[in-house]
């Protein structure tokens, strides 16, 4: 796969170094499908994902976990520092954590029932972010 990976990133140059990102695993004391408070503390480009990425998303096919793996023109990876707040007395709770996002700005030729548009009530042509979610990594130039 790192192979792969730099072959795409470095335009096969497989010269270059690459980094997998991986979701904060402090991510999984949230206290999910509840709903809950967060305050963003800062967003940053991701350095080495300025001109590529590739994401991949873990699969189960037959048992067997697989991943897959794509890059996208038009795609932007951001890390979001975020920290709970837990309410009243609106105290800050845990440690702050460490998240990636994707944004997609070019999303015209992806189809109607897309499941990004499917859970958000967006539609071919919206901008789309969304959270890279655990078992799910980017990687980016080193």
Known sequence: ???FAKEILYKNNSSGD???WHPDKGYKKLPFPENFNMIVISTNTMRGCEDGQISCHDSIHKKC???VCHSLANTTTFTVRMQRKKSPPFRFS???I???VVCHYDT???VDDHPAFLSTGKKPGDVICHFMPDKHFVICKK
């Open 94 to 96: 845990d440690k702050p």
């Open 65 to 67: 976990p697989i991943y």
């Open 18 to 20: 690459v980094k997998l």
């Open 1 to 3: 796969m790192t192979e």
């Open 108 to 110: 015209r030729d992806w």
């Open 98 to 100: 460490q998240m990636t």
